[in-house]
């Protein structure tokens, strides 16, 4: 079998593989290439279907979140399944989204931005809308943009800490009393206003969303504006074989619910920012099984590579095994720990990852749900900065809720 599709071995560390069009399944791939890096495998199919199933069902303007997961082979498919706006945090997103969709809406959705990325945001990429969370940040993008009279801009509200695995509230946001001054400083100053929040990422409570949104129209009635924008944020859970969440309806009805008790203007547009519910099922890793001490194996991938979350976060992962030619010795499923290939004793994710009991060194595993803060967060350190990339025409190792199919459950190949 010819491999020449694949990106091959030596690939310095961020370079941007080229769209490989060509779609194997991962097994097959594996037993053409026999990874000895990890192999990232895109399912492009699977992104288009997310993205569609997304944007059919949420009522309002969807905005990817392109922090997490920016290969433009994932943008594409997205594309693909109908998203048409994205929400960038750095210039170097804004650009790369620019380049691939002369058409996209691009929204510059990070509080405090350096003056030349707004800038170059403004003038050279067409980029309107900007996100802020205090009047120095205000006054900044006033500045760069020399008093544009076309500016949308959206106050980012801090929330109180909710159901969600991770808080994104510490960081950014203004406090209601704030949020509602600003508001007033907006609409004197921009075409359009909006307000945003972000209830934390991996949001298991749907009405961790009603709260925010009632939160949030308290501060808009407070503040006396007209809204434009309202912006529910990102934080969409995906499956994993801890969390098997509410279908995405549920979390929309409740959004819908909240809003339509506002007594917004007839005008004014819900937008969300969804990363990690469009593309967690859409990329996962095969990694090559280096060692076994135990119930722990040395694997190739960690926690300085795609595997970031399954370290100190200790997100669990579908996996299945992917066995180099040996027969199983019919044994079930047992819990392993993984240790990643750096010298660091932080590189080490407990799970526990189900896998058959006999797994062995040379074998491989392939690990689910790493589409969303996945292979983004490699680096290059202790010298594990190698990966193939292809594209595969598998489903995810774990179904949506959606779809009302299996379970969170691991699905391991005998
Ligand atoms: C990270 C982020 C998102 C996406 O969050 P998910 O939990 O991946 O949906 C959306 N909006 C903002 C402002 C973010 O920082």
Not at 236 to 254: G, K, Q, T, V, W
């Amino acid at each position: 079998m010819k491999i020449e599709n694949f990106r091959t071995s030596v690939v310095p560390l961020r370079r941007r593989a080229a769209n490989v069009r060509r779609l194997l399944s991962v097994d097959a791939a594996v037993f053409a290439e026999r990874p000895t890096v990890p192999m990232q495998c895109l399912r492009p199919e699977t992104l288009a279907a997310e993205a569609r199933r997304f944007t059919a069902a949420f009522g309002g303007i969807v905005l990817y979140a392109v922090k997490c997961n920016p290969e433009p082979a994932v943008l594409h498919a997205l594309v693909g399944g109908g998203v048409r706006h994205f929400d960038c945090a750095s210039l170097t997103e804004v650009r790369l989204v620019r380049r691939l969709f002369p058409e996209a809406g691009i929204h510059f959705m990070h509080p405090v931005k350096s003056r030349a990325a707004i800038r170059e945001a403004y003038a050279d990429h067409g980029v309107r809308t900007f996100v802020l969370d205090s009047a120095a940040e205000l006054a900044k993008i006033r500045d760069e943009t020399d008093f544009a009279p076309d500016l949308a801009l959206v106050v980012r509200l801090a929330l109180p800490k909710g159901g969600a695995r991770l808080d994104l509230s510490g960081k950014f946001g203004a406090a209601p009393a704030e949020a509602a001054c600003l508001l007033r400083a907006v609409r004197s100053a921009a075409a359009q206003v909006g307000v945003s929040f972000h209830v934390g990422s991996q949001c298991l409570d749907p009405s961790a969303y009603a709260r925010a949104v009632a939160l949030a129209g308290e501060v808009v009635a407070a503040a006396g504006v007209d809204l434009d924008i309202f912006d529910v944020g990102g934080g969409f859970p995906a499956s994993y074989p801890d969390a098997e969440p509410a279908p995405l309806a549920d979390y929309f009805a409740a959004i819908e619910r909240a809003v339509v008790q506002l007594d917004l203007p007839g005008t004014c547009a819900v937008w969300c920012e969804p990363g990690r519910a469009l593309v967690a099922a859409g990329q996962s890793v095969v990694v090559e099984v280096l060692g076994r001490r135990g119930d722990f194996l040395f694997i190739n991938d960690g926690v300085y590579g795609a595997l970031a979350d399954a370290g100190s976060l200790n997100f669990r992962y579908p996996c299945r095994l992917i066995r180099n030619g040996r027969r199983s010795d019919g044994s079930g499923l047992a819990a392993f720990g993984l240790f990643g290939p750096t010298c660091d004793s932080a590189d080490r994710m407990d799970g526990p990852f189900l896998l058959p009991a006999d797994v062995a060194e040379g074998d491989w595993i392939e690990i689910g749900q790493l589409g969303a803060y996945g292979a983004v967060l490699r680096t290059g350190f202790n010298g594990f900065d190698q990966v193939l990339q292809i594209e595969v025409s598998d489903p995810p190792l774990v179904r949506t809720p959606d779809e009302g199919l299996e379970a969170a459950a691991a699905v391991c190949a005998a």
